[in-house]
């Protein structure tokens, strides 16, 4: 019998699926910076360490006015509105579970359906409503157990809440983006454009909104976990990510990208002893199966 052979696309997206659940690990241990700060390091070492070998490839690639507002968007969308805000929501577990954080952000293939609707001129399947419905319902009872906000720390939880779903709202929306892109640009051209212009934008905002000084209180472990990012969790993550990206269908991506909210559920209950109550499993489940519905309603074609 002739044993299928599991798309190389696959592999790279579970990949750095499991890199990203990592992630909020070492991201958790910079919560004395500044979300902006860390955002601006971790791009700035990342591109410093991926520029020697993709700067060929930059060199060749000859890019439309389009491309370039594809890049800038993604940049800003991807690079800096996603990651700060799930940035923030990791540095305020103390309202929010870690793991709440990631089955959140797994909102962000309604996001990306949505986006590639507009974008696209896709039409939206009428079942979609109906799962997309699904999905927030389950998410409010997987960030409040048993659908009770606790008055004590309510309003924390809410925040928190709110800014991994912006993060889910704007990778979301950057998978639309990135998938038009990529069907011109290589991965590590994209990659290195996206740590440029991220970086680049950042600076200013650290400077002029008040965090200057965070950019001088870094500590040698600090800038350690920045190089650790960026060559695991981050800047390479997001390489193999791009590579898998290119070579699999979107709808097929987002199924395989729910490796790391379940991985993040284990990391959660193993190093932070926290668990989630019996309404909060459910929840989780059928989140993720609205999600697994939505992926599956059809092919974003791009």
């Given at each position: 019998?002739?044993?299928?052979?599991?798309?190389?696309?696959?592999?790279?997206?579970?990949?750095?699926?499991?890199?990203?659940?990592?992630?909020?690990?070492?991201?958790?241990?910079?919560?004395?910076?500044?979300?902006?700060?860390?955002?601006?390091?971790?791009?700035?070492?990342?591109?410093?360490?991926?520029?020697?070998?993709?700067?060929?490839?930059?060199?060749?690639?000859?890019?439309?006015?389009?491309?370039?507002?594809?890049?800038?968007?993604?940049?800003?969308?991807?690079?800096?509105?996603?990651?700060?805000?799930?940035?923030?929501?990791?540095?305020?577990?103390?309202?929010?579970?870690?793991?709440?954080?990631?089955?959140?952000?797994?909102?962000?293939?309604?996001?990306?359906?949505?986006?590639?609707?507009?974008?696209?001129?896709?039409?939206?399947?009428?079942?979609?409503?109906?799962?997309?419905?699904?999905?927030?319902?389950?998410?409010?009872?997987?960030?409040?157990?048993?659908?009770?906000?606790?008055?004590?720390?309510?309003?924390?939880?809410?925040i928190a809440a709110l800014y991994a779903l912006g993060a889910a709202f704007a990778w979301g929306t950057s998978t639309t983006f990135s998938k038009m892109l990529l069907g011109k640009v290589r991965a590590e051209v994209?990659?290195?454009?996206?740590?440029?212009?991220?970086?680049?934008?950042?600076?200013?905002?650290?400077?002029?909104?008040?965090?200057?000084?965070?950019?001088?209180?870094?500590?040698?472990?600090?800038?350690?976990?920045?190089?650790?990012?960026?060559?695991?969790?981050?800047?390479?993550?997001?390489?193999?990510?791009?590579?898998?990206?290119?070579?699999?269908?979107?709808?097929?991506?987002?199924?395989?990208?729910?490796?790391?909210?379940?991985?993040?559920?284990?990391?959660?209950?193993?190093?932070?002893?926290?668990?989630?109550?019996?309404?909060?499993?459910?929840?989780?489940?059928?989140?993720?199966?609205?999600?697994?519905?939505?992926?599956?309603?059809?092919?974003?074609?791009?």
């Open positions: 019998m002739q044993i299928k052979k599991i798309p190389i696309g696959s592999i790279l997206i579970i990949t750095a699926a499991l890199l990203w659940a990592v992630d909020g690990v070492i991201r958790r241990n910079l919560y004395s910076l500044p979300p902006i700060t860390i955002i601006f390091f971790e791009h700035l070492i990342g591109l410093i360490i991926l520029t020697p070998f993709v700067l060929k490839y930059v060199l060749k690639a000859k890019l439309t006015a389009r491309e370039w507002w594809l890049i800038i968007l993604i940049a800003v969308l991807s690079g800096l509105l996603g990651t700060l805000w799930f940035t923030t929501a990791l540095l305020k577990v103390s309202f929010i579970s870690f793991s709440v954080v990631f089955l959140l952000q797994k909102l962000q293939p309604i996001f990306a359906v949505s986006t590639a609707s507009v974008f696209l001129k896709e039409k939206l399947d009428k079942r979609y409503m109906v799962w997309a419905i699904l999905a927030i319902v389950s998410a409010y009872f997987v960030t409040f157990p048993n659908g009770y906000i606790n008055l004590a720390t309510g309003s924390g939880t809410i994209s990659t290195f454009y996206r740590f440029l212009f991220t970086a680049i934008i950042a600076l200013p905002i650290v400077i002029f909104f008040g965090y200057r000084a965070s950019l001088f209180a870094v500590t040698p472990l600090q800038f350690g976990l920045f190089v650790l990012i960026a060559v695991s969790t981050g800047m390479v993550a997001l390489v193999i990510y791009y590579k898998g990206l290119a070579k699999t269908p979107v709808h097929v991506s987002t199924i395989l990208e729910l490796t790391f909210p379940f991985v993040a559920i284990l990391i959660d209950m193993t190093l932070y002893h926290n668990f989630l109550t019996v309404s909060q499993w459910v929840a989780a489940c059928l989140l993720i199966f609205s999600i697994y519905k939505i992926a599956k309603l059809r092919e974003v074609q791009i």
